[in-house]
Nanobody
Framework: QVLVVESGGGLVQAGGSLRLSCAASGITFTIVDMDWYRQAPGKQRELVATITSGSSTNYADSVKGRFIISRDNTKNTVYLQMNSLKPEDTGLYYC???????????WGQGTQVTVSS
């Protein structure tokens, strides 16, 4: 069973930084792609960043140049370093596990990020 646990969220002022973590279990971590998503109040969940099994990365335009996704295969963990945070980055952040483009497992509880202006 694929499980993910997100952590690292909090309240931060605009311009600040946070580092999110997502620990995954129940999978061979080295062969899966990992995503970070976020969902703002009243909005749909959106894909923020992806890191492939080969460590290629991709970002939503809204976070390019500010967020960095990385992975530690020895810890089965993916990270999201968020810099220069803006109030519009506020939301519940989730990670997801994919293999061949197929979402595996279920959503975790997410971690709340709140950016004050």
């Amino acid at each position: 069973q694929v499980l993910v646990v997100e952590s690292g969220g909090g309240l931060v002022q605009a311009g600040g930084s946070l580092r999110l973590s997502c620990a995954a279990s129940g999978i061979t971590f080295t062969i899966v792609d990992m995503d970070w998503y976020r969902q703002a109040p009243g909005k749909q969940r959106e894909l923020v960043a992806t890191i492939t099994s080969g460590s290629s990365t991709n970002y939503a335009d809204s976070v390019k140049g500010r967020f960095i996704i990385s992975r530690d295969n020895t810890k089965n963990t993916v990270y999201l370093q968020m810099n220069s945070l803006k109030p519009e980055d506020t939301g519940l952040y989730y990670c997801g596990v994919k293999r061949y483009g197929i979402f595996l497992g279920s959503w975790g509880q997410g971690t709340q990020v709140t950016v004050s202006s």
